[in-house]
């Protein structure tokens, strides 16, 4: 599909905001008036793939919710797999377009072979991108005074505990050893902070070049088969056991 439906909606992961923003700029798709295609916008709290239960019922309840809008016939999700969160979505009256990629860095580095080839070569890479960064949920100083903050006004008279906690969750890191800086904003003030972060950690850092092509063509309807998921009206999101990562079928097919 080379052609980009008349006018959209966008159910968008926070980490992409930087991105999707600066794209829709250059793509001139962002939404300044009525005669632009971006009818509608919501964004959606990063981390939520943590809880994917959580991230499925809310991208759903956007879904129903723009359901009964007749000023657009799409939705673009702008998210990956992420825990499995987007399995079982489903639209009424609009059709869903996703990326098939396992997570947002998947799509950031262009292709689910560049992130396969990154981790084969450094199986201890853990990835940073601004959206992460700014939400500083990323491995670093700010985690950890975070947590530590969180834990001690939770657990007031338990300081044993407290660090416990704390300890539990760097010992969830210690395979890592390099932080990989995926950009394709060019923010220096982000790329400064992951090196913090490696420094404090005692980590590698390594730069990676981003590439903005997977998320140029979910706003722009270049929608090829190998990479993006059309789910019809009717139909929702199955996951699979091939390269595809996903499929659709028929809601009353659900198994």
């Known amino acids: 599909m080379n052609s980009r439906p008349q006018n959209f909606g966008i159910i968008a992961c926070d980490a992409f905001s930087d991105e ?17 295609p971006w009818s509608r916008l919501a964004w959606l709290e990063m981390g939520l793939h943590d809880h994917p239960e959580s991230l499925r019922s ?3 309840a956007l879904i129903d919710a723009w359901n009964s809008d007749s000023s657009f016939s799409t939705i ?20 869903l377009v996703l990326p098939r990629a396992h ?3 998947t799509i950031l580095l262009g292709s689910l072979e560049a992130h396969e080839t990154i981790l084969k070569e450094n199986p201890g890479t853990y990835f940073y991108s601004p959206g992460w960064i700014r939400g500083r949920r990323t491995p670093g100083p700010d985690r950890e005074r975070h947590l530590r903050n969180f834990y001690a006004q939770r657990y007031p008279d338990d300081p044993d505990l407290v660090d416990d906690l704390v300890e539990a969750d760097l010992m969830a ?9 995926v950009d394709i904003t060019n923010n220096q003030e ?7 972060c490696a420094a404090y950690l005692g980590w590698k850092f390594r730069k990676l070049q981003g590439n903005s092509r997977w998320l140029e063509q ?18 929702l999101i199955q996951r699979t056991t091939n390269e595809t990562l996903i499929e659709t079928i028929p809601c009353n097919e659900m198994r």
Not at 23 to 31: G, H, S
Not at 77 to 93: D, E, P, T, V, W
């Open 20 to 36: 999707l923003s600066s794209i829709a700029a250059k793509k001139n798709v962002n939404k300044t008036n009525t005669d632009t």
């Open 76 to 95: 673009l999700l702008a998210y990956g797999m992420c825990g499995n969160g987007l399995i079982g979505i489903k639209s009424r009256s609009k059709t």
């Open 173 to 181: 890191f210690s395979h890592h050893n390099c932080a990989a800086y």
């Open 218 to 235: 979910l706003l722009t309807g270049e929608w090829s088969k190998d990479k993006f998921l059309l789910v019809p009206p009717g139909h």
């Open 103 to 105: 997570d947002c860095i």
């Open 190 to 196: 982000a790329e400064n902070y992951c090196r913090n």
């Open 58 to 60: 809310e991208v759903q």
